[in-house]
């Protein structure tokens, strides 16, 4: 999927050049450039034990849990947030399990430059069990 995504970014990148005067192009790289960045993190624990690598896919709809381990506890949820303090976050459900591979749909338009903290919010008790950064 990867080889595919920049074959055909480099096809449209051909085909804009001709007869561009080159600010079109220039606007179409730097789109495609966020658009491409890839986001990944390993889980360190907070609270609680919490291992594993998140994952987020190439159209930055989707978020993966792999491998993904932690401590059973009242109402888990996972946010992505601007700090580890979930204070600005992006809620995206409750805690699919507390180990095995997980997917999470991003909802569109959220920033992952700014919401950079993938985090195992406590509810009840107002912590983080663990978190992972997006880089």
Not at 31 to 56: L, R, Y
Not at 72 to 99: A, I
């Amino acid at each position: 999927m990867k080889r595919s995504v920049q074959i055909l970014f480099l096809v449209s990148l051909t085909l804009l050049s001709c007869g561009s005067d080159g600010s079109e192009m220039e606007e179409f790289v730097a789109a495609e450039e966020i658009a491409m960045k890839e986001f990944s993190g390993n889980f360190v624990a907070d609270t609680h034990p919490t291992s594993g690598t998140v994952v987020v896919n190439m159209e930055q709809t989707e978020l993966l849990l792999e491998n993904f381990k932690t401590d059973d506890g009242p109402r888990l949820l996972l946010y992505l947030s601007t700090s580890v303090e979930s204070t600005d976050f992006v809620n995206l459900g409750d805690l699919q399990g507390v180990e095995g591979d997980f997917t999470y749909e991003i909802p569109e338009d959220t920033d992952l430059e700014e919401y950079k903290f993938v985090v195992v919010w406590c509810v009840d008790f107002l912590v983080s069990f663990g978190h992972a950064e997006l880089k």
